[in-house]
């Protein structure tokens, strides 16, 4: 069992290895691999729902985390921060609805929609990254 005090540090991981996964996923497609793509965009979906479980767990039980840096950083991080979890609300419904469009052969609209997707998706991941080093790690 991981100590509730470690999954800040776990989440940033699956955060990074959905990045990743998101990335080696677009690689694919560029490439026309398309078993490889679906794959890894599987991955990034399966890996995002544990990040969820994951966060709601560890926040049900400890609460929030007050942001302690001041100065500069302190509207850069809220900034981010507000832009971070209203696309990380969104995501889920527009990674579910991209994945489905592309499992169900709708090509052309899961091109479409994951134009907008990957980029966001990819911008939630490293953010969650940020948040996590500037609130556990640089300012903690």
Do not use: D
């Amino acid at each position: 069992m991981i100590p509730l005090h470690e999954l800040p540090a776990v989440n940033a991981t699956l955060n990074g290895v959905t990045a990743i996964l998101l990335a080696t996923g677009y690689a694919m497609i560029r490439r026309r691999r398309i078993a490889a793509h679906r794959a890894c965009m599987i991955g990034a979906l399966c890996v995002s729902v544990v990040f969820l479980a994951s966060y709601l767990y560890y926040h049900a039980h400890v609460g929030s985390k007050s942001f302690p840096g001041r100065g500069w950083i302190r509207p850069a991080y809220f900034a981010m921060l507000i832009s971070h979890t209203v696309l990380a609300a969104a995501i889920l419904p527009l990674a579910l609805t991209t994945l489905y469009r592309g499992l169900s052969g709708k090509y052309a609209k899961h091109v479409r929609l994951a134009r907008w997707t990957l980029p966001l998706w990819l911008y939630v991941s490293l953010t969650g990254i940020l948040v996590y080093l500037l609130l556990y790690q640089v300012y903690s």
